[in-house]
């Protein structure tokens, strides 16, 4: 796999009640600026959205932001944000960021965030891309999400290959380490993070 230079952040359009969450969302925008890598997020300036475009911003990095025209009517967009991306709907945005995108990272949400990430896991499974995905489980707010996934494995609704098109990381370092390593989306056999 090419290196990553993009990394799409889904995240929520709140803080939350743990200034952990703030804090993580910073820290991955000052790293994705310092490492040269261009942010790819919903184009918000509200939530965790902000904090982490804030965060790459203020340390020199780019970002691009992908935001539906309604919502850019309500004045949500980053005002900050030079190369916007003004389109037509909520799918066209999820297709924009994906294509922009050389690897994918979930931060803490809502609904929103659970539906980005569900659907970017289900391209891979399909193998409409080959693009690695990581769950960052601040303070173990995925651990249900997580444990989820494994029900619908031990249930049958999954194969065991599904578990792995996610890579699940306690901290930004693992992050970090782990797009240093990224290969794809794995095969029958293979993990998604394996080096090549």
């Given amino acids: ?36 890598r261009t942010l790819v997020f919903g184009g918000g ?11 790459t911003l203020e340390h020199g990095g780019s970002v691009i932001g992908v935001i539906p025209e309604s919502l850019q009517q309500k004045e949500l967009a980053h005002p900050g944000v ?58 173990g707010y995925y651990d249900h999400l997580i444990q989820m996934i494994d029900h619908g494995i031990s249930e049958g609704f999954m194969s065991d290959n599904h578990r792995k098109l996610v890579a699940v990381v306690e901290s930004i370092d693992e992050f970090f380490t782990l797009l240093e390593n990224a290969t794809s989306v794995p095969s029958d056999d293979e993990s998604l993070w394996e080096k090549t």
């Avoid at 290196?3 to 925008?29: D, H, M, Q, W």
């Avoid at 300036?45 to 965060?55: D, E, K």
């Avoid at 891309?129 to 769950?135: G, T, W």
Wanted: proline residues 3%; hydrophobic residues 45%.
């Fill in 1 to 36: 796999m090419a290196e990553i230079k993009s990394v799409c952040v889904f995240c929520g359009s709140r803080t939350g009640r743990n200034p952990l969450y703030s804090s993580t969302a910073a820290e991955l925008g000052k790293r994705l600026a310092k490492s040269g």
């Fill in 45 to 55: 300036h509200i939530g965790l959205m902000g904090v982490v475009a804030n965060a």
């Fill in 82 to 139: 030079q190369d916007m991306r003004i389109v037509d709907s909520m799918h066209t945005r999820k297709a924009m960021m994906a294509e922009e995108a050389d690897a994918f990272i979930a931060l803490p949400g809502g609904l929103g965030t659970f539906e980005e990430l569900c659907e970017i896991l289900t391209w891979a499974q399909l193998g409409f891309h080959r693009k690695p995905v990581a769950l960052l489980n601040v303070n």
